[in-house]
C-alpha cells in the first residue's frame, strides 16, 4: 500500500514537473559524492556527514538538479567503475586475474515544497556489472530507498520511516559502504533531534541525536530486495560541538541474531553491544587534524561470552605552503583471542561498516578483526580540484593463532599453532580525484600488497594487485 501510494505522488510530481537551470542546491541525508570547496579552492574528498559538519564556515555545495516542480525534484547519479586485480589469494598457483567493469545508476525523487513537512523519497537504484563476473556486484533494477520523512527547518526533529541508507557518527561501527557497487539499504526508523536543520539533514548544529531500529537488507542480482539479514541493528548516539571545533560523540550499537551460531564451546543465541566514544577536529588551528575512537564490544556468541574491543587513530598536518601538502598517520587495532577453547571470545566482531577505502585499503586484505594495522599517507594538491594521494598500510594479527580476516570479515589465512607468526604484510596505494567540475569527477588508482612473514610460511608469497578507474557523475 506505501509503495502505491508512493507511486502515485511520483505520478503526479512528473506531471506538475518543471525543469531548472542545470546548477543548484543539493541537501540530502547521506554523501555520495560531493565537491568540497573550502578557502584554499576546490577538493574532492570522501566524508561524513559528520566530518562534512564539522567545518560548515568552509563548506559549499553545488549540485546538478534534473528537474523541481511544486510536488518534487529528480536527480541522477550515475557511477562507472572498472578495476582489474590479480592473485588477492596472494598465490599464483591459481589464476585468479579478473577484470570487471560495474554500473551504478540511481534516481532520486524527492517530494517538494507542497508536501511540507511531510516528505516521500524515493531512490530507484540499478548495479550491473558489464563483464558479468561478480554476481554481488549486481542488483538490477530496485528500490534501495523508500521513505517517509516528518520535519522541516523549523522543528527540532527529523523523523524517517522505511527503506533507507544513514551512515550514524563515524560509519566505522554500522553504515552504508558506498564504494559497493550495491549499497547496503535498511528498513526501520530513524529519529534525529537536532538544535538545526537544513532539509533533512542537520547543519550548523551544535548537538545532534540519532537513534534507530533496523532491520539490514539483503540484495539480491535480479529479484526484489525483500529478505532481511539475520539479525536486527538498533542504537543511539549522540554528539556535541562544546568544545568547537573539536566534536565529541558517544553512543551504542546493538545487534542481536534471530537463530543460533557456533561459538568456542557449543551453539547457542547471539547479541552484541558496541559501546563507542569519539573526539574529532578538522580545519584545527595552525592546519592540524584528528580522529579518535574507541569501541567496547560486550555481549554473546554462540552462547558464549563475548568481550572485544576496537580502536581508531588518526592524526594529520596540513602545510600552508603551495601544493597544500598533508601528511597523516592512522592506527586501526581490532582485538583478537589467544585462548579458543575458554568459552570466552574476545575477537572483535566488524559489523557493515560504512568506510571508505582509505581507511582500509583498495585490495580488501586488511580488516578489522583480529588486526593491527599502521598507515602513514601524504596528499597534496598540485592544482585546483586536482589531489594525488598516497598510502602505505602495514598489517599484523593481534592474534597469531586466530584467522586473518579481510575487509568483509571473510578469512584469508590462519595458523592455528601460531609458528607463522602475526606479520601479515603491508600494502601501498596510490589514487588521483580530479573533479573539473560541480557535476562529475574522475578517480584513478592502484594498490599493491605484498606478503609478509605469516603468508610466506603458509606458501602464499605472491603480490596481490588492483588497478582501477572510476567516473562520478550527477545530472
Known amino acids: 500500500m506505501k509503495k502505491t501510494a508512493a507511486c502515485m505522488l511520483v505520478l503526479l510530481g512528473l506531471v506538475s514537473c518543471s525543469t531548472l537551470p542545470r546548477e543548484g542546491?543539493?541537501?540530502?541525508?547521506?554523501?555520495?559524492?560531493?565537491?568540497?570547496?573550502?578557502?584554499?579552492?576546490?577538493?574532492?574528498?570522501?566524508?561524513?556527514?559528520?566530518?562534512?559538519?564539522?567545518?560548515?564556515?568552509?563548506?559549499?555545495?553545488?549540485?546538478?538538479?534534473?528537474?523541481?516542480?511544486?510536488?518534487?525534484?529528480?536527480?541522477?547519479?550515475?557511477?562507472?567503475?572498472?578495476?582489474?586485480?590479480?592473485?588477492?589469494d596472494l598465490s599464483d598457483?591459481?589464476?585468479?586475474?579478473?577484470?570487471?567493469?560495474?554500473?551504478?545508476?540511481?534516481?532520486?525523487?524527492?517530494?517538494?515544497?507542497?508536501?511540507?513537512?511531510?516528505d516521500v523519497h524515493l531512490e530507484l537504484q540499478d548495479s550491473r556489472d558489464i563483464s558479468n563476473t561478480l554476481d554481488y556486484a549486481k542488483n538490477a533494477l530496485d528500490v534501495r530507498r523508500l521513505y517517509l520523512f516528518l520535519g522541516s527547518a523549523y522543528t527540532l526533529y527529523g523523523i524517517k520511516l522505511g527503506r533507507f541508507a544513514p551512515t550514524i557518527g563515524s560509519g566505522r561501527i554500522w553504515g552504508s559502504n558506498e564504494d559497493d557497487n550495491v549499497?547496503?539499504?535498511?528498513?526501520?526508523?530513524?529519529?534525529?533531534?537536532?538544535?538545526?536543520?537544513?532539509?533533512?539533514?542537520?547543519?550548523?548544529?551544535?548537538?545532534?541525536?540519532?537513534?534507530?531500529?533496523?532491520?539490514?537488507?539483503?540484495?539480491?542480482?535480479?529479484?526484489?530486495?525483500?529478505?532481511?539479514?539475520?539479525?536486527?541493528?538498533?542504537?543511539?548516539?549522540?554528539?556535541?560541538?562544546?568544545?568547537?571545533?573539536?566534536t565529541l560523540s558517544a553512543g551504542f550499537v546493538g545487534r542481536e541474531w534471530k537463530h543460533d551460531e557456533a561459538g568456542e564451546t557449543g551453539t547457542g543465541p547471539s547479541a552484541s553491544f558496541d559501546v563507542t566514544g569519539?573526539?574529532?577536529?578538522?580545519?584545527?588551528?595552525?592546519?592540524?587534524?584528528?580522529?579518535?575512537?574507541?569501541?567496547?564490544?560486550?555481549?554473546?556468541?554462540?552462547?558464549?561470552?563475548?568481550?572485544?574491543?576496537?580502536?581508531?587513530?588518526?592524526?594529520?598536518?596540513?602545510?600552508?605552503?603551495?601544493?597544500?601538502?598533508?601528511?597523516?598517520?592512522?592506527?586501526?587495532?581490532?582485538?583478537?583471542?589467544?585462548?579458543?577453547?575458554?568459552?570466552?571470545?574476545?575477537?572483535?566482531?566488524?559489523?557493515?561498516?560504512?568506510?571508505?577505502?582509505?581507511?582500509?585499503?583498495?585490495?580488501?586484505?586488511?580488516?578489522?578483526?583480529?588486526?593491527?594495522?599502521?598507515?602513514?599517507?601524504?596528499?597534496?594538491?598540485?592544482?585546483?580540484?586536482?589531489?594525488?594521494?598516497?598510502?602505505?598500510?602495514?598489517?599484523?594479527?593481534?592474534?597469531?593463532?586466530?584467522p586473518w580476516y579481510d575487509r568483509t570479515g571473510s578469512i584469508v589465512l590462519q595458523d592455528p599453532t601460531g609458528a607463522a607468526g602475526g606479520d601479515i604484510g603491508y600494502e601501498l596505494d596510490l589514487w588521483v580525484e580530479y573533479a573539473p567540475k560541480d557535476f562529475w569527477r574522475v578517480r584513478v588508482g592502484c594498490g599493491k600488497f605484498v606478503p609478509g612473514k605469516m603468508p610466506e610460511a603458509l606458501g602464499n608469497d605472491d603480490s596481490a594487485e588492483v588497478f582501477f578507474i572510476e567516473l562520478n557523475a550527477l545530472f
Open 25 to 88: 542546491a543539493r541537501w540530502q541525508d547521506e554523501v555520495r559524492s560531493e565537491i568540497i570547496s573550502t578557502d584554499t579552492g576546490g577538493v574532492f574528498a570522501y566524508e561524513t556527514p559528520e566530518i562534512r559538519d564539522s567545518r560548515p564556515e568552509r563548506y559549499t555545495y553545488t549540485h546538478s538538479v534534473t528537474g523541481q516542480g511544486p510536488w518534487f525534484r529528480a536527480w541522477w547519479d550515475v557511477r562507472l567503475l572498472a578495476e582489474d586485480t590479480d592473485n588477492v
Open 93 to 118: 598457483a591459481v589464476d585468479d586475474h579478473e577484470t570487471t567493469i560495474l554500473w551504478r545508476a540511481r534516481l532520486d525523487l524527492d517530494g517538494g515544497a507542497v508536501v511540507r513537512p511531510w
Open 183 to 246: 549499497a547496503g539499504t535498511f528498513d526501520g526508523v530513524l529519529l534525529t533531534l537536532a538544535d538545526a536543520f537544513h532539509y533533512r539533514e542537520p547543519r550548523y548544529c551544535t548537538w545532534r541525536i540519532d537513534t534507530w531500529y533496523v532491520k539490514p537488507v539483503v540484495p539480491e542480482p535480479v529479484s526484489p530486495d525483500t529478505d532481511h539479514a539475520p539479525y536486527d541493528i538498533y542504537g543511539a548516539n549522540i554528539e556535541h560541538r562544546v568544545f568547537w571545533p573539536i
Open 278 to 402: 569519539r573526539a574529532f577536529g578538522y580545519g584545527l588551528e595552525r592546519g592540524f587534524d584528528f580522529d579518535a575512537e574507541a569501541s567496547l564490544q560486550l555481549g554473546r556468541q554462540g552462547g558464549d561470552n563475548l568481550s572485544a574491543w576496537f580502536l581508531y587513530g588518526q592524526v594529520g598536518h596540513t602545510f600552508p605552503t603551495p601544493w597544500r601538502p598533508r601528511i597523516g598517520a592512522r592506527l586501526t587495532w581490532g582485538s583478537g583471542d589467544e585462548n579458543p577453547t575458554d568459552g570466552r571470545i574476545h575477537t572483535y566482531r566488524a559489523g557493515s561498516s560504512a568506510v571508505r577505502s582509505k581507511e582500509m585499503g583498495f585490495t580488501g586484505l586488511l580488516g578489522w578483526s583480529n588486526c593491527v594495522t599502521y598507515q602513514v599517507e601524504l596528499s597534496m594538491q598540485p592544482v585546483e580540484r586536482l589531489s594525488v594521494n598516497t598510502a602505505a598500510r602495514f598489517g599484523f594479527l593481534d592474534s597469531e593463532i586466530q
